[in-house]
């Protein structure tokens, strides 16, 4: 087999700073946009964010439409609403207003409205077909408001695809957001848990990202266009996946503590930008992969902060309490970096052992979980070791990230992994 022997850094522009939403007219101007479409959730409808968009994309003179019936988990039935609706409205340009939900149908509208084609065409397989996007879409300009998905700056949508109940996406680089606005104000008002899931979440992408299997031993694509967004950890996605790790962990518990703290929450919101470059381009694996199926299968758990009467365990939520015995699982392919990464977290490792890097990695992510308020493990959201061979089954399909692993993760070796995510301290 012949291994990759090329990486690539894609990534979105950002523009970082409290206030910088005022500027979205003049951004969608920039990209000759003269009619959009935003789209946003049905709670941030009436929210201050989106109507500092609306405004300033007036004020530009830009003809602009509102679609706020983003679905808090996307599936297949919402994308293909936005895509209908942005088939409709005949737009030169997008704008996505909200958390990773928005900014995924967004780039599903633009996508199919631009190159039309059934839905399963662009879907990754082995649940579609997993084509190449055949050229450029249109200007999407993505404003995040929770701080946690990155999506502002990959080329990933993820949705529910609800015949198969299995949580897949579209992976392109031709997908990404020309430009991420990412302001610090709109994250103000985040409700604890949720700034605790979405600041987990990035921890993890920037965890997963750096000790992802090496670009340079996954197999060399038959053509350019076939090499994936999700390359394997590389030199460039090292940088902001390390980056991240160091700015979340001496951050994240301060925003928690006090959400008044401008600075700290600035950081983790910068942070999740930095995350994101360092997954779009190196890839996530295991806790991603086994995330899906705990939240799909969720039966009566009630996370605070969220909107009531939604059983749910939030994204970040479901993939950080796997996030602990992964790194033990993964720490024997390349101890050193996952100790590396122990130390971005702050942990003293100059007399560490490399055969306890996993544990010690493991140590750093429940201690931060804790500091937050995770709950203790799948049994406390809801599982029990009856529910492992399901969760097993669920994450086989997500070849897509958990083939990155640095160690190949048999059903055997998942359901261990599930098994000892049950319960963590
Ligand atoms: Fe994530």
């Given at each position: 087999?012949?291994?990759?022997?090329?990486?690539?850094?894609?990534?979105?522009?950002?523009?970082?700073?409290?206030?910088?939403i005022?500027?979205?007219?003049?951004?969608?101007?920039?990209?000759?946009?003269?009619?959009?479409?935003?789209?946003?959730?049905?709670?941030?409808?009436?929210?201050?964010?989106?109507?500092?968009?609306?405004?300033?994309?007036?004020?530009?003179?830009?003809?602009?439409?509102?679609?706020?019936?983003?679905?808090?988990?996307?599936?297949?039935?919402?994308?293909?609403?936005?895509?209908?609706?942005?088939?409709?409205?005949?737009?030169?340009?997008?704008?996505?207003?909200?958390?990773?939900?928005?900014?995924?149908t967004?780039?599903?509208?633009?996508?199919?409205?631009?190159?039309p084609?059934?839905?399963?065409?662009?879907?990754?397989?082995?649940?579609?077909?997993?084509?190449?996007?055949?050229?450029?879409?249109?200007?999407?300009?993505?404003?995040?408001?929770?701080?946690?998905?990155?999506?502002?700056?990959?080329?990933?949508?993820?949705?529910?695809?609800?015949?198969?109940?299995?949580?897949?996406?579209?992976?392109?680089?031709?997908?990404?957001?020309?430009?991420?606005?990412?302001?610090?104000?709109?994250?103000?008002?985040?409700?604890?848990?949720v700034?605790?899931?979405?600041?987990?979440?990035?921890?993890?992408?920037?965890?997963?990202?750096?000790?992802?299997?090496?670009?340079?031993?996954?197999?060399?694509?038959?053509?350019?266009?076939?090499?994936?967004?999700?390359?394997?950890?590389?030199?460039?996605?090292?940088?902001?996946?390390?980056?991240?790790?160091?700015?979340?962990?001496?951050?994240?518990?301060?925003?928690?503590?006090?959400?008044?703290?401008?600075?700290?929450?600035?950081?983790?919101?910068?942070?999740?930008?930095?995350?994101?470059?360092?997954?779009?381009n190196?890839?996530?694996?295991?806790?991603?992969?086994?995330?899906?199926?705990?939240?799909g299968?969720?039966r009566?758990?009630?996370?605070?902060?969220?909107?009531?009467?939604?059983?749910?365990?939030?994204?970040?939520?479901?993939?950080?309490?796997?996030?602990?015995?992964?790194?033990?699982?993964?720490?024997?392919?390349?101890?050193?970096?996952?100790?590396?990464?122990?130390?971005l977290?702050?942990?003293?490792?100059?007399?560490?052992?490399?055969?306890?890097?996993?544990?010690?990695?493991?140590g750093?992510?429940?201690?931060?979980?804790?500091?937050?308020?995770?709950?203790?493990?799948?049994?406390?959201?809801?599982?029990?070791?009856?529910?492992?061979?399901?969760?097993?089954?669920?994450?086989?399909?997500?070849?897509?990230?958990?083939?990155?692993?640095?160690?190949?993760?048999?059903?055997?070796?998942?359901?261990?992994?599930?098994?000892?995510?049950?319960?963590?301290?």
């Amino acid at each position: 087999m012949k291994l990759e022997t090329a990486f690539s850094m894609d990534t979105s522009s950002i523009k970082f700073g409290p206030g910088v939403i005022q500027e979205v007219g003049w951004d969608m101007e920039e990209q000759g946009a003269t009619r959009v479409m935003v789209v946003t959730d049905p709670n941030l409808a009436e929210s201050e964010p989106v109507s500092v968009v609306l405004e300033s994309l007036q004020k530009s003179d830009i003809d602009t439409v509102l679609f706020d019936q983003t679905a808090v988990e996307p599936t297949d039935i919402s994308f293909k609403e936005a895509i209908k609706f942005a088939e409709d409205g005949k737009f030169d340009g997008f704008v996505a207003v909200g958390g990773g939900s928005s900014m995924d149908t967004a780039k599903a509208a633009n996508l199919y409205s631009t190159y039309p084609a059934d839905f399963m065409t662009y879907v990754n397989p082995p649940i579609g077909e997993g084509k190449p996007i055949p050229g450029p879409l249109k200007p999407l300009v993505a404003v995040p408001t929770t701080a946690g998905t990155g999506s502002e700056t990959t080329g990933v949508a993820i949705f529910d695809y609800m015949e198969m109940q299995a949580k897949t996406g579209i992976a392109h680089r031709a997908l990404r957001p020309v430009k991420g606005i990412v302001d610090p104000n709109n994250t103000r008002s985040l409700p604890k848990m949720v700034a605790a899931c979405t600041g987990l979440d990035q921890l993890t992408h920037a965890l997963e990202s750096l000790t992802a299997l090496p670009y340079n031993r996954r197999p060399a694509p038959d053509h350019p266009k076939m090499r994936p967004a999700y390359q394997g950890s590389n030199p460039i996605s090292h940088v902001w996946a390390s980056q991240a790790i160091e700015m979340i962990s001496q951050n994240l518990v301060r925003v928690i503590e006090d959400p008044s703290d401008d600075e700290a929450r600035g950081e983790v919101l910068l942070a999740a930008s930095y995350a994101g470059i360092g997954f779009g381009n190196g890839g996530l694996h295991l806790a991603h992969g086994m995330s899906y199926p705990v939240s799909g299968m969720v039966r009566d758990y009630l996370p605070e902060g969220y909107p009531p009467g939604h059983p749910l365990v939030p994204h970040g939520m479901a993939v950080v309490l796997n996030a602990p015995a992964v790194f033990r699982f993964t720490a024997p392919a390349n101890p050193e970096i996952h100790l590396y990464a122990a130390k971005l977290m702050g942990v003293d490792v100059s007399d560490a052992k490399p055969e306890d890097a996993g544990e010690i990695l493991a140590g750093a992510v429940i201690d931060l979980m804790r500091k937050v308020g995770m709950p203790n493990g799948l049994a406390a959201v809801g599982f029990s070791s009856d529910d492992v061979d399901k969760l097993v089954e669920g994450t086989l399909p997500q070849h897509r990230v958990t083939k990155l692993s640095p160690r190949p993760a048999s059903p055997e070796d998942l359901k261990q992994l599930f098994l000892d995510s049950l319960i963590l301290w």
